[in-house]
């Protein structure tokens, strides 16, 4: 008995040596682990805007990371996934209101309906893309200090500049005098429309408010919002192209500090990279995402042309001939041909976008080629 009992002493006696020999050897390493930890949480960029590195705060960046490519796909989300991905702007520029933007994003999903091109997935692709021009294009860099407000006018008009739209465009509206062409004057009919119930809301939420934004910013934001809506009537693509050509122009003397910006250019800047988001598809790599839009946008007028035959309107010219597959590949190329010049003035104020002049031309021959597969 008194030997089993020494065997067990002696037994506890090691045990307690190799726990004090681990403790000791803890200690030791506690240093070098927290010079490691130290040294990991040193990686993340003091850049960005999100400067606490929580736990969260390192998935939102990982978010980020997905996000802020110009390969991201809106067609490749699911519903829910595009209502997390739609915060990821606001979450970037440390939005106070995310509860808010949340219930915004929810209204905007519930009035788009299912329209083959204007629907939920094309307002998440053109606020993407909007985004990625901000950050990855470094177009945030253009509006200086006060850069909250603009960032704000562009984010919010995105979410709402095709609320309700029945796809069919203003043409259309006109035709059948409808009530909301009638209400505005049969100028900008769908625009004005999305203008008014989208400012509407954001005045139930009390959303502009609560953004941290001094009370003549709120104002700012709210007329820029209306005005930038109107501005994705594509009957103004041609005076927008005016105003941001005569920009460009002025570009190389304004970054010299020759020239200054003034409140007009500002403007013309906050329209020019809404539109641009709205035409990303002519500057989408990815030929399937870009065909898909195309296919999708087609369906749309031929809708509207069906339409107008069974009211006994006159048909839009450019859709009368759309059942053919090679006049709707020859209205492709002409709008791809119309707009490259548009991309070409945006570029020399954001350089980081010139790789979308190589792109525009890609899509251009590519399309060319099937017109050609088409008509042999």
Aim: proline share 3%; with cysteine; net charge neutral.
């Amino acid at each position: 008995m008194k030997k089993r009992t020494r065997n067990i002493k002696g037994r506890r006696g090691r045990r307690r040596s190799l726990v004090f020999k681990l403790f000791i050897g803890v200690g030791c390493c506690l240093p070098l682990l927290l010079c490691f930890v130290a040294a990991e949480n040193s990686c993340y960029s003091s850049d960005s805007p999100i400067t606490s590195k929580t736990e969260k705060n390192i998935l939102l960046e990982d978010e980020f990371q997905f996000y802020q490519s110009w390969s991201y796909n809106a067609l490749d989300r699911e519903s829910d996934e595009l209502k997390r991905d739609m915060l990821l702007p606001f979450k970037y520029y440390n939005c106070p209101a995310l509860n808010e933007i949340r219930t915004l994003v929810e209204f905007v999903e519930m009035k788009m309906g299912n329209k083959p091109f204007h629907n939920f997935r094309h307002v998440s692709a053109v606020l993407h893309f909007a985004f990625a021009l901000l950050t990855l294009g470094d177009g945030q860099a253009v509006f200086g200090e006060s850069f909250r407000k603009y960032i704000y006018s562009i984010l919010l008009s995105i979410l709402l500049h095709d609320l309700e739209h029945p796809g069919n465009n203003n043409d259309y509206e006109v035709k059948i005098k409808s009530e909301i062409a009638t209400k505005y004057n049969n100028e900008s009919v769908l625009e004005n429309h999305s203008s008014r119930v989208g400012i509407d809301k954001i005045i139930e939420l009390n959303l502009l408010p609560k953004l941290g934004l001094a009370p003549d910013e709120v104002t700012y934001v709210q007329n820029e919002i209306h005005n930038t809506i109107l501005y994705t009537d594509p009957s103004k693509h041609g005076k927008l192209s005016t105003r941001l050509q005569e920009l460009s122009s002025r570009w190389a003397r304004i970054k010299l500090h020759e020239e200054e910006l003034t409140d007009y250019d500002f403007q013309t800047l906050i329209y020019a990279f809404v539109h641009a988001s709205d035409l990303n598809n002519l500057v989408q790599k990815d030929k399937e995402v870009t065909f898909e839009w195309y296919r999708r946008i087609v369906a749309e007028f031929q809708s509207q042309s069906r339409l107008e035959k069974a009211k006994r309107l006159q048909v839009t010219p450019f859709m009368s001939t759309l059942d053919s597959e090679s006049a709707r590949i020859k209205m492709q190329i002409d709008f791809t041909s119309h707009n490259s010049l548009y991309f070409k003035d945006l570029a020399k104020i954001i350089p980081n976008i010139e790789h979308f002049n190589d792109i525009i031309e890609e899509n251009y021959i590519w399309w060319k080629d099937r017109l050609k597969s088409t008509a042999g």
